[in-house]
């Protein structure tokens, strides 16, 4: 499912997504084309990218062709999706132990599309962290794993 | 009326007509006497032969003496009334471009029919009979004047005559100052100190002819003495032989070539000028383009979201570098995002080295 969406390849590239999205919510998914729950997810954000057009632009990111990024958000488990609003990351409470980026795939498409209404809706009124409407049923449980501590 | 008609001397044209005094512009008269003898009526008769006579007066003094002088239509085309015979008369003798000054008066008053009609003017308006002969001018007096005009017209002509030769001297000798002083600086050599004074005076306007040619005479020989010293100045004194010499004393020009024009033109052939011919730049498009003209809509579009949104002044054209990292907050939800960036970034600098040392 991939292939039906954008990919960023570089650090360049990442950094141009960032920078010219604008009024909208950018959504980087960080992962692996061949990885089972990414497939999951890249289908359920394939098949929502056009209804939510006009509130977020979606790319899909290799956590292996930007190790800067990989490790400045942290990431250790894909797929992780992180939030953009106008160059500012967008942090979201979902009852898990890490706000800053959803990790692993959404249950309905429905879910996905109510996210992103809720961090457009907050960014819109100055929200740099919103609350999740997903039901914490629906979101996957992680043990979280900080290095260096 | 009863009374209306004049005395009984006075010639009546019409008998059943009204009386009207012309001088006196009135019909209606009163008292027993002839209006004619009446202190108005001779008042107003002495008011008008004075003004007359002094008309006259200055004619008589033109007799002798007659003056001509050019014509001039504003001036010599004056009339005078002729309170003797009712009708305006020429003032002046025009004839071509010359007028005799009063000679219309004289010639008036010199004639017969003027005559007759002072006889009558004095009879019916009852004037001093001694003055009558100071309004006629006798038939030898007019002779008299005559002749006198004859002698004025010669006089003026031989006059004229003077002033066209003085002007054609006066033009024959500034040509030939001229010629003298182009036949000089064409002559291929340059005068010395010395002969700079005498070339300075020989272009002073107003010289005598034959004073410039005593000059001429006098440069002859210079040359030739100055030969050794003027050579190395040849060549600018030949590229500025339309210049006068004072030109040539103070300054030498540069002379820095003919400008080709290349089909263009230039001023003197009404070219276009430069600052209307166009640059390679400008396409002609007036105004904003297209692309501005959207750039400038989204600005509009912009304004109207909440001027307090998540970025709302963030720059998203800024050119940044490698080592650029979006804002990201970290796990913890207290302090600056901008920190995590700082301490990403510190991290990673103490993880290098440890690495390198692993």
């Known amino acids: ?149 | 009326m009863a009374d209306g008609g004049p005395g009984g001397a006075a010639p009546v044209p019409m008998a059943t007509a009204a009386y009207r005094c012309p001088l006196c512009r009135r019909s209606a008269f009163s008292g027993r006497r002839s209006h004619l003898y009446s202190a108005g009526h001779q008042r107003r008769l002495r008011g008008v032969l004075a003004r007359l006579r002094e008309k006259v007066e200055a004619a008589r003094k033109t007799l002798k003496h007659a003056v001509v002088v050019p014509y001039d239509p504003v001036e010599h085309e004056k009339q005078f009334w002729c309170t003797c015979c009712k009708q305006e008369v020429k003032q002046h003798l025009s004839h071509g471009i010359l007028t005799a000054l009063c000679g219309g008066i004289v010639e008036h008053m010199a004639s017969p029919e003027h005559k007759t009609a002072v006889y009558t003017f004095w009879w019916e308006n009852k004037a001093d009979p001694n003055l009558k002969s100071q309004f006629l001018i006798s038939s030898e007096d007019y002779e008299l004047f005559k002749a006198s005009l004859t002698k004025a017209l010669d006089a003026y002509e031989a006059g004229n005559d003077e002033v066209i030769q003085q002007m054609a001297a006066h033009i024959r000798n500034v040509e030939q100052i001229r010629q003298e002083m182009v036949q000089a600086i064409s002559e291929p050599q340059m005068e010395t100190e010395l002969c700079k004074g005498v070339a300075v005076a020989r272009t002073c306007p107003g010289t005598q002819s034959d004073c410039s040619f005593a000059m001429e005479e006098h440069e002859q020989p210079v040359p030739s003495r100055s030969a050794t010293c003027s050579r190395e100045r040849l060549g600018s004194s030949r590229s500025t032989t339309t210049e006068l010499d004072w030109q040539e004393a103070e300054q030498s020009l540069t002379f820095i070539g003919h400008q080709e024009t290349q089909g263009k033109g230039n001023v003197h052939t009404g070219a276009k000028p430069p600052w209307l011919l166009e640059d390679g730049k400008s396409t002609g498009e007036i105004g904003p383009s297209y692309e501005e003209f959207l750039k400038e809509k989204e600005k509009q579009k912009l304004k109207k979201l909440p001027p307090d949104r998540v970025g709302a002044n963030f720059d998203h054209t800024s050119q940044t570098g490698e080592g650029w990292l979006p804002s990201f907050g970290r796990v913890w939800n207290h302090g600056r995002r901008w920190q995590s960036r700082h301490q990403f970034k510190a991290e990673a600098g103490s993880k290098k080295p440890k690495m390198k040392s692993l």
């Open chain 1, 1 to 149: 499912m991939s292939f039906l969406l954008p990919k960023l390849s570089s650090k360049k590239e990442v950094d141009e997504a960032i920078k010219s999205v604008a009024e909208k919510v950018l959504v980087l998914r960080f992962g692996r084309d061949k990885d089972l729950v990414c497939l999951q997810l890249d289908d359920i954000l394939a098949k929502t990218a056009h209804d939510l057009s006009k509130m977020a632009t979606i790319y899909l990111v290799d956590v292996n062709k930007v190790p800067v990024y990989t490790q400045y958000f942290d990431i250790s488990y894909i797929p992780s999706t992180v939030f953009f609003f106008n160059g500012q990351h967008m942090k979201v409470d979902y009852g898990s132990p890490d706000h800053t980026k959803f990790i692993g795939s959404f249950k309905t498409k429905q879910d996905f599309i109510d996210l992103i209404e809720v961090i457009y809706r907050g960014a819109m009124r100055g929200k740099l962290i919103v609350q999740s409407p997903i039901d914490p049923k629906n979101i996957p449980k992680y043990d979280l794993l900080y290095q260096d501590i």
